[in-house]
């Protein structure tokens, strides 16, 4: 196993980081990328690094020191439309830590990097002093995503239970250390 070095981001760390996440998007969500939901990668220091209450980890490969695996959290809720109006309400922004972008490349994969950077970003989370609730949604398409999320938090909505089966995604409420 190699010994990653799991940091905040630099400003040298955001082509790294944003490549790992167009990756991401192409190869594992099958969507590209898509501006209304993924804005955040293209301007990464404006929606992790400027924020005070935001942040943005990833793991650096030992031998070259690229990003292998990147993970973010900010201070925004679930917006309404289009999560559930119940989804919003429940994790208003300011006082909800959303995680964000935890992609770990391929060929990093089961190296424990996505729980490494996700228990970073519950720690800072902890110290902001803030937050009330940690809030994350996935596709549970994706290989792996699904039961990797269910063994740090819980499930709160899963619209692959709705009528029409929703957007197919799964809501997750992950306790604050």
């Not at 929606?47 to 942040?55: F, G, M, S, V």
Request: hydrophobic share 35%; with cysteine.
């Amino acid at each position: 196993m190699r010994d990653y070095c799991i940091r905040t981001a630099t400003p040298d760390d955001l082509d790294g980081a944003r490549s790992v996440m167009l990756d991401t998007v192409y190869r594992d969500f099958g969507t590209g990328y898509v501006p209304r939901w993924h804005g955040d990668v293209i301007d990464l220091h404006g929606a992790y690094l400027a924020p005070a209450r935001h942040t943005l980890l990833v793991a650096a490969d030992p031998r070259d020191g690229t990003v292998a695996a990147t993970a973010a959290l900010d201070s925004r809720g679930p917006a309404h439309p289009p999560n559930p109006r119940h989804l919003a309400e429940r994790y208003p922004s300011g006082e909800t830590a959303q995680l964000r972008r935890v992609y770990v490349r391929p060929g990093d994969r089961r190296q424990g990097l996505a729980r490494r950077l996700v228990g970073g970003l519950l720690d800072f989370a902890a110290a902001d002093g803030g937050y009330r609730s940690v809030y994350l949604h996935t596709d549970p398409a994706v290989p792996g995503a699904e039961a990797f999320w269910r063994s740090l938090g819980k499930a709160v909505h899963d619209e692959r239970e709705e009528p029409g089966g929703g957007q197919g995604i799964v809501h997750f409420d992950v306790p604050l250390p």
